[in-house]
DNA sequence: CAGAGTTGATTAATCGATTAATCAACTCTG
DNA sequence: CAGAGTTGATTAATCGATTAATCAACTCTG
């Protein structure tokens, strides 16, 4: 029954050594009094025979897995694999392995996917929750990566401030009336995107807000967005809250015989993989998930040892806590492509 | 140390009921002689503690941990939502939890990201594999996605009928003369699928492969693919291997004035989230991811089974094992939407 | 009704690592 | 040189679940 696992434990290099595993596990982890010499004896067997310590072993011991939940209830989501990435890659700087737990687009069963990593006894989740949902007390440390005007916010990109990027960008280039492309406004990172853009408007500058579901709930999905229109009342600008809703409005545009960035200007957010390469390629505000990664996971990390430190007498529930970051909130970054020029002069004839 | 659990465990029930653990465990997985009445009384109390068994003393007792490592090498696989969906699906549905391990698109990080999955004793690994590489004797269970053709594969889509599918539409349409758009020659799925598309061409047909990665290396990165001579070279039909590239195609015609599809069409594969919101919205093939995973899976958890079941006495190399699933190759599924259309009336003048 | 067979339970070992408690052998110090 | 302190190790319990081996109490059968 028992798994021919990579073959050495630390029994058996207590055996080998004729010492003790309890001395073998203090010279390894260089917890217990060894001395200098036997320590290095140790570490050369170990290496020699290749010994890996069993994580399930110790797991059942500290009761620590070592192991994170991430919960990306939007797969849809465009960003997920960079997201997922950089997360994967903090983790595992920080010793530990990634479980992912999808909740196939919907809200209901984010709540089923988070129970599933819980009950694979995770040490912590790190979740991008969806729209509008608030994470309940899980009963385990969590990270939340959203936005920094959400409320318990871990740490997330600086949405508003990308805005405001994207904004002088155009403003710079001489636009004054724009359309802001949106899906859904109960999102908190769409709605600071929004703000970020709006606060950076010029005196007399116009910025409509077109909501992508709403608009879908009244002609149809998929259905032309009517920015061919919009142009002619005077839109010259239009910036998306995501770079697959700029990609929409370029086709959109072009499809209809607009030059970009001739007539009209389009901006995108998340620098997704494509972007680059289409034609023209587009200008859009990218997140810095890296750190954001890092952050995210060093926060959580925090939690979870300082959970165990603290024993075992405190209670279940003082655990549900969400991670806080010093750095709650990381700067995005502008990338000028193609799809932004200056405005066509204005037609005075 | 001792970290406070959802609190019960299989001694405190068998407490609870003054029977010993080895009862509980019995009953509760229905394996030793218990009696009925007995049974039921476990599984009540069971119930009303809410307990779950921990995975981790089973992991250690059974040397299986019930969790599966994904390894998807390519990060910017844009497909990456849906495997690792369709996969986390798949393995839930089998009792198995997901493991992610991210290689950061290079190819010799891959095999430090299988071992990290070792190092956690996943009980299989599932792997897409980067355009070439072969899995070598990993050591446990895997099983392959890549390409029917590729030795070794589990299962995949099968991109050559997709190809064929795709070739069929457009040669129904009336095309003749196509351009088939790849990004390297040395992806078997990539080759697949032109091999499909080639394989449907009517007599008299022309079908150019032009490979982005080659194309590049000469023009720079990003540049042109220089569609519009190929426009005037007489190409009607521009038929890329990935939704990718189509819409790297797709946008460079409507830039260069050309409308598509009346004067040329485009096609992808993968049918990608944004396929059907751009304008025109794109025509393309679909996998079914859902059943590939499935079967993936159910490959994987066989093979691991039937070590288990073997026992211990078997040398470990022998686990180390290709999954082998008796269908190999799921359907693709086209998927006919607005960048299709017959070609423009040849220019007798 | 003796002996074999069955039923329903318990005992005790085990998977690997960790760690508090203990202990033997030193080394000091006054 | 007795007693305190230190050093370097071992012992043994523990985390939870599983399972082979054992056992007591029945129920048959010839």
Chains 1, 2 share one sequence.
Not at 53 to 67: D, E
Not at 176 to 183: A, D, E, S, T, V
Not at 257 to 267: F, K, L, N
């Amino acid at each position: 029954m028992a798994v021919a696992r990579t073959g050495s434990n630390l029994s058996q290099i207590a055996a080998l050594l004729g010492v003790s595993s309890a001395t073998v596990s203090n010279a390894l982890s260089g917890k217990g009094r060894v001395s200098a010499e036997l320590a290095e004896k140790v570490r050369a067997t170990a290496a020699e025979l290749g010994y890996t310590p069993s994580l399930t072993g110790r797991a059942l011991r500290t009761g620590r897995t070592g192991v994170l939940g991430l919960v990306l209830p939007d797969i849809a989501n465009p960003l997920f694999p960079q997201i997922a990435q950089a997360i994967e890659h903090a983790a595992s700087k920080a010793g530990y392995g990634v479980l992912i737990a999808d909740s196939r687009g919907d809200v209901a069963l984010q709540t089923d996917a988070i129970n599933r990593l819980i009950e694979r006894n995770v040490d912590g989740i790190v979740i991008v929750p969806r729209l509008g949902t608030r994470i309940a007390d899980i009963g385990c440390p969590v990270a939340v990566i959203d936005s920094p005007s959400t409320p318990g916010n871990t740490v997330s990109a600086d949405h508003w401030q990308g805005g405001q990027a994207i904004a002088e960008h155009l403003v710079s280039l001489g636009h004054r009336k724009f359309l802001l492309i949106g899906n859904n406004p109960a999102s908190n990172v769409q709605n600071d995107r929004i703000g970020g853009m709006k606060s950076r408007l010029p005196e007399g500058g116009i910025a409509d807000v077109l909501w992508i579901e709403r608009h879908e709930q009244v002609h149809g999905k998929g259905s032309l967005l009517g920015l061919k229109q919009k142009l002619d009342q005077g839109f010259t600008a239009f910036a998306a809250v995501s770079d697959l809703h700029a990609l929409r409005a370029l086709t959109e545009l072009q499809r209809a015989g607009i030059g970009v960035p001739e007539d009209a200007s389009v901006t995108g957010f998340d620098d997704l993989v494509w972007s680059s390469v289409i034609t023209p390629s587009l200008t859009t505000v990218r997140m810095n998930m890296a750190e954001i990664a890092d952050i995210a996971i060093a926060a959580l990390v925090r939690v979870i040892e300082a959970d165990t430190a603290s024993g075992s007498d405190i209670p279940r529930t003082a655990t549900g806590t969400v991670a806080a970051a010093e750095r709650s909130s990381v700067p995005m970054q502008l990338v000028v492509r193609q799809t932004s020029g200056p405005p066509a002069p204005i037609d005075s004839a």
